[in-house]
């Protein structure tokens, strides 16, 4: 892979290829029949209507996970960023009948990855080791899922951002963070317009919850 020098720092942030040496990692890229792909601000990288045999690691940039309800509302269900995955679950169980899209949210380089060759009968060390960390993304794909449904499930959208914020909060081990989305993005994450998550944002603030400047977050509740 020429981009494995340039990226190996993103590379081995994903679990599957981390505290593995450079030839582990090599052979591992190898076994999941690596292909490497950039794209524009906006491009699609993956359509609803396209089979979906690979998932993708971004290595430079963000893509963003969307789906259309059945009015054809956008909802964006994750923002991936460098060093993260994306369409494990879709591309595992084969299904080319989901009306997930994924779009680039700004320049962006991934790379492709086909687990076609694990779970079969021939096997090896480290075949065995990313079939297990493979595993383990699935489970924690669904942790995060389960995580979306608990913000989207409050009634109020004060309430879900708070969830929101509290479950980021978590994950960051601080109460200080950048959010990879924009007002825009956001908006669209908690299915409701940018005025009206603004204005409860601003509310938020003067309660003193929360302080932020564009995309930077001092939660204080």
Not at 46 to 51: A, G, K, Q
Request: with cysteine; net charge neutral.
């Amino acid at each position: 892979m020429k981009h494995f020098n340039q990226y190996y720092n993103e590379i081995t942030k994903c679990h599957l290829f981390s505290d593995m040496s450079c030839i582990q990692v090599t052979r591992a890229l190898e076994l999941l029949h690596h292909k490497f792909s950039k794209y524009a601000k906006n491009q699609y990288l993956h359509r609803s209507d396209e089979n979906f045999d690979c998932f993708g690691l971004v290595l430079y940039g963000r893509v963003k996970v969307m789906i259309d309800d059945i009015e054809g509302n956008s909802a964006i269900m994750s923002e991936v960023t460098a060093g993260n995955t994306f369409g494990e679950s879709l591309c595992f169980m084969k299904r080319n009948d989901s009306n997930v899209y994924i779009l680039a949210s700004e320049d962006c380089g991934v790379v492709w990855l086909s687990p076609s060759e694990l779970f079969q009968d021939r096997k090896s060390e480290l075949k065995s080791e990313i079939e297990r960390r493979f595993v383990e993304m699935l489970a924690s794909r669904t942790l995060v899922m389960n995580d979306r449904i608990q913000i989207l499930s409050k009634l109020t959208l004060r309430e879900k951002i708070i969830t929101f914020l509290t479950f980021s909060k978590r994950d960051a081990g601080c109460n200080e963070l950048d959010i990879p989305l924009s007002r825009e993005e956001m908006s669209l994450y908690f299915g409701t317009n940018r005025s009206a998550l603004s204005r409860e944002l601003s509310h938020l603030r003067s309660e003193g919850l929360i302080d932020y400047k564009r995309n930077h977050f001092k939660i204080l509740f």
